[in-house]
């Protein structure tokens, strides 16, 4: 019987490098350009039981602090409708340098823009970056804002909005938010 071989042959292409302005236009988001502003890495100094609720288009969603290593932030994602707790909270992890608005647009590979604006939210005024990113999917175009403030809990996550087409399909607005009590220690 036969035996046959199989030879894999690699595909050389060769094609001319893109100018510097193509090259830039086609960054992706995860190396951000030189005007890009600091990354907002609120995680690194949250503790374990701060929380937030945001409020949703429908009902909200309760996000706590579980637990955080030297990589890693743990939180317990909870949806509430009507008032009350909808089914068991979900578990999920993020790195402790994360920038929630920078990594998502880079995962996505947005457009970017950056800008500052004082949001009302939770009943006071918080400082924030506003991060745009937008991309089109076939033939709808997506725009996310993401409203983040260095003093906001958590990942520092004020509001965010997702539009498609110019029209709104998500919303997360922070409704309330809280940190953990003080440790005291009881004396000898």
Known sequence: ????A??????LCVAAAPDAAER????????????SPPRMQRLEHAEPGEWAVYRMLQ????VRLINTTRLLAEFEVL??????????PAV????????????????????VEFGSETVDAAGR????????????????TLERRIWMSADAPLEGLVRMELRADGRLTARLELLAFGFPAPQTQAEP
């Open 24 to 35: 830039r236009a086609r960054t992706p988001a995860s190396q951000p350009a030189a005007d």
């Open 1 to 4: 019987m036969p035996r046959l």
């Open 6 to 11: 199989i030879l894999a042959l690699p595909l």
């Open 125 to 140: 005024a918080w400082t924030c970056r506003r991060t745009v990113a937008r991309r089109q999917v076939g033939a709808v």
């Open 79 to 88: 949806p509430i409708l009507n008032g009350q707790p909808l089914g068991l």
């Open 92 to 111: 999920r992890t993020s790195p402790l340098t994360a920038d929630y608005a920078l990594d998502l647009a880079a995962d996505e590979g947005a457009t």
């Open 59 to 62: 009902g909200a969603q309760r």
